[in-house]
C-alpha cells in the first residue's frame, strides 16, 4: 500500500525504554497481586455484594484487555469499588 508506514519493531527500542516499561508492568503487577488479595480478604457479606463481581472483572478481564497506559486506571478503578466494599461490609 502506498504511504504505508511499516511496523516499527519493539526489538529496536533503546535497552533503556525497554527496561522503563518492564518496570512500570512489574509494579502495575504487584498492584494488581495487591488489590487481589484485599478482595480475597472479604467476608461472606463482601462476596455477596454485586460491586464484588465488578471488581473481579476489573482486575481480570478489564485489565488485562487495556492498554499499558490505561492500566493504571482500572487498577484505581478496582482500589476505589474495593474501599467501598470494605466500608460497607465494616457497616454490615
Known sequence: ???????????????????????????????????????????ENGRRHPGYKRAL?????????SKSPQRLAVLQAAAWLINVLEQVTMML
Open 1 to 43: 500500500m502506498p504511504h504505508r508506514r511499516s511496523p516499527t519493531l519493539r526489538t529496536n527500542a533503546p535497552p533503556s525504554l525497554r527496561g522503563k516499561f518492564r518496570q512500570r508492568y512489574d509494579q502495575l503487577e504487584a498492584r494488581r497481586t495487591e488489590l487481589m488479595a484485599r478482595l480475597g480478604k472479604l467476608d
Open 57 to 65: 472483572t476489573l482486575l481480570n478481564a478489564t485489565f488485562r484487555k
